[in-house]
């Protein structure tokens, strides 16, 4: 068995390729895309022992593209499902369940995933609940409510040959730790609480550290890699 792994250690986006080993009987390739979610805590920018984690919550796309191409016109694919696509953080789980895709065998050029967060209500395309630890080891929850949009896209270009048993699994990583790089703790110590006492992160609520994380995002948004010989 062959295993491929690609890691941007920069940003929230990976990709896993599996070439299985053969099986006694032939089935069609396929391709399966899977979400991982960090929730491990993570050091605020400026403050140690200082951290940050998020445990629970939702995000929500609206939709999610898969496309190849090859020097072949009929080994070209596109397929795109539309839908409320809901991703539990705390396990990575999608509801509805995404299915594997049949593909057919033959030599790719180009796979390319593209994936678009929710904006078609007042619904956030990310909620998430967490707990900020300050210097004095005093938690305090937080939430962070992410209302965008926001498009994200890898494109890996190569050679690929994709035979019959194979199985590719796409991995998109979350990682709030990367999206709040950014955020100092002295940002979180002066921040506003609601009226239960939670550091509500949104548009609406704490301006300033929702624009450093957005920003974050925004930068995180599209990935490129090329890739030979494999």
Not at 64 to 88: A, C, N, Q, V
Not at 109 to 122: A, G, M, P, V
Request: aromatic share 10%; with cysteine; net charge negative.
């Amino acid at each position: 068995m062959t295993k491929i792994r690609l890691i941007l250690p920069l940003f929230s986006i990976a990709m896993l390729v599996f070439i299985a080993c053969d099986k006694d009987e032939s089935s069609a390739p396929t391709f399966e895309l899977n979400f991982e979610t960090v929730t491990s805590e993570f050091p605020v920018k400026s403050g140690m022992p200082n951290s940050l984690a998020f445990t629970t919550g939702n995000i929500v796309l609206e939709s999610i593209e898969f496309e190849t191409s090859s020097d072949t016109d009929s080994l070209e694919m596109e397929f795109e499902i539309e839908s409320y696509i809901t991703i539990d953080f705390a396990t990575g789980e999608t509801n509805p369940d995404l299915s594997p895709i049949e593909i057919k065998p033959g030599n790719y050029t180009e796979i390319e995933i593209e994936f678009e967060l929710w904006d078609q209500s007042d619904i956030p395309s990310i909620a998430l609940n967490g707990t900020w630890t300050d210097a004095d080891m005093q938690e305090h929850p937080v939430q962070f409510l992410f209302y965008s949009g926001q498009d994200f896209e890898l494109e890996i270009e190569g050679n690929f040959t994709i035979t019959e048993n194979t199985s590719m699994v796409a991995q998109i990583t979350f990682d709030p730790g990367v999206w709040f790089a950014g955020v100092s703790n002295e940002a979180l110590a002066s921040a506003t609480t609601d009226e239960d006492g939670v550091i509500v992160i949104s548009p609406d609520q704490n301006d300033d550290i929702y624009q450093i994380v957005e920003e974050m995002i925004d930068l995180v948004s599209e990935v490129e890699i090329t890739m030979n010989n494999i």
